[in-house]
């Protein structure tokens, strides 16, 4: 909130106006461990025992160190929330009856990137150059596929442009 004087109509007298904003989004603010409502922040840190988490925001997400030999662990901080347990399979082609892998997923140690709300594990797949990107906000959390090459066309495989799709298992 913002408290400013303007000249009234007659030029000399001073008007006081009051000027505010409200903020709304989703995980601004989370309960800490003593129950206050504090900001929330876009930071993964490293931990001691290895990998790295996100654990100021209402949810809390864990990042193994190696994505193939862990997984992604996503815990809500609201009652009734089960932890949700992640980790790509591959990459694949799918015509919706048919998919054809295209890259397996392989060890790769996880990165946290400058911005310090992303993990980048490089490399990620075999067959195909590509990175594993997840990123934490305070409204969620994403993961998205970097390519570093052209992924193979999904006739290569035996399935027919028109209709395949690119997905992550």
Request: include cysteine.
């Amino acid at each position: 909130e913002r408290y400013v004087y303007v000249r009234g109509p007659a030029g000399k007298e001073r008007i006081g106006r009051s000027h505010r904003w409200v903020e709304l989004a989703t995980g601004l603010c989370f309960l800490d461990e003593q129950g206050q409502w504090v900001d929330a922040k876009e930071r993964i840190t490293p931990l001691a025992q290895g990998g790295a988490a996100a654990l100021e925001g209402q949810h809390r997400v864990f990042f193994p160190a190696d994505i193939y030999e862990g997984m992604i662990d996503v815990a809500g901080s609201e009652p009734g929330f089960s932890h949700l347990r992640s980790r790509p399979l591959g990459l694949f082609y799918s015509d919706g009856t048919h998919s054809v892998m295209i890259g397996q997923l392989t060890s790769s140690m996880g990165q946290i990137l400058p911005s310090a709300n992303q993990v980048i594990y490089t490399n990620a797949f075999l067959g195909l150059s590509a990175d594993l990107v997840c990123t934490y906000r305070k409204g969620g959390f994403e993961s998205e596929v970097v390519f570093r090459q052209q992924p193979p066309r999904p006739e290569a495989v035996g399935l027919a442009s028109n209709i395949a799709r690119l997905q992550l298992f």
